[in-house]
T-cell receptor
């Protein structure tokens, strides 16, 4: 079975500071992992995905995530936060069989001026 | 290049009424997924459909909820005799292929259902 745990329901950073959003997963098969962003009253947009190729994955808007098998983690980072990054971020794992994606509870990112 | 479309964007129903939520997948996509998002929670999988077939409905409540994806037209999520606990955002996603774990799902903007 697969599951995802996002540490911290809310994260606040100053504009220009490092963004670090934590995600740990559990999977009985090699995981395929995703990060999505959701802006208020909108659907989810894919930021990046890990599919067993390079362990450091670069996504849109300057975000990247590193897959660490030994730590069962897939943390999302961005070197310098921008006000427009304020949103909710979801880590997700693709279930075995590929029929559904299992989402974490989400982390709301606040960016202070 | 239209993305996934959902309508209505907002739906208000009184307890006991029926709610119908529609989803048109991206052009060329024949796999549709429905998710429910309760306030302050992540998305929960409900059902996965291909044209005229329900492939996986393990996340659907056993009563009052049904889904279809006919040969022609949008996918429909139907909730009969709604209760206040059904108030949530319902998201539809589509993909070009199904059963492919790395395949990206493209999400619609969601329908926000409020039950009075």
């Amino acid at each position: 079975a697969q599951s995802v745990t996002q540490l911290g329901s809310h994260v606040s950073v100053s504009e220009g500071a490092l963004v670090l959003l934590r995600c740990n997963y559990s999977s009985s098969v090699p995981p395929y992992l995703f990060w999505y962003v959701q802006y208020p009253n909108q659907g989810l947009q894919l930021l990046l995905k890990y599919t067993s190729a390079a362990t450091l994955v670069k996504g849109i808007n300057g975000f990247e995530a590193e897959f660490k098998k030994s730590e069962t983690s897939f943390h999302l980072t961005k070197p310098s936060a921008h006000m427009s990054d304020a949103a909710e971020y979801f880590c997700a794992v693709s279930a075995a069989g590929g029929f559904k994606t299992i989402f974490g509870a989400g982390t709301r990112l606040f960016v202070k001026a | 290049n239209a993305g996934v479309m959902q309508n209505p964007r907002h739906l208000v129903r009184r307890r006991g009424q029926e709610a119908r939520l529609r989803c048109s997948p991206m052009k060329g996509h024949s796999h549709v997924y429905w998710y429910r998002q309760l306030p302050e929670e992540g998305l929960k999988f409900m059902v996965y459909l291909q044209k005229e077939n329900i492939i996986d409905e393990s996340g659907m409540p056993k009563e009052r909820f049904s889904a279809e994806f006919p040969k022609e037209g949008p996918s429909i999520l139907r909730i009969q005799q709604v209760v206040r606990g059904d108030s949530a955002a319902y998201f539809c996603a589509s993909s070009a292929s199904g059963g492919v774990r790395e395949d990206e799902q493209f999400f619609g903007p969601g329908t926000r259902l409020t039950v009075l």
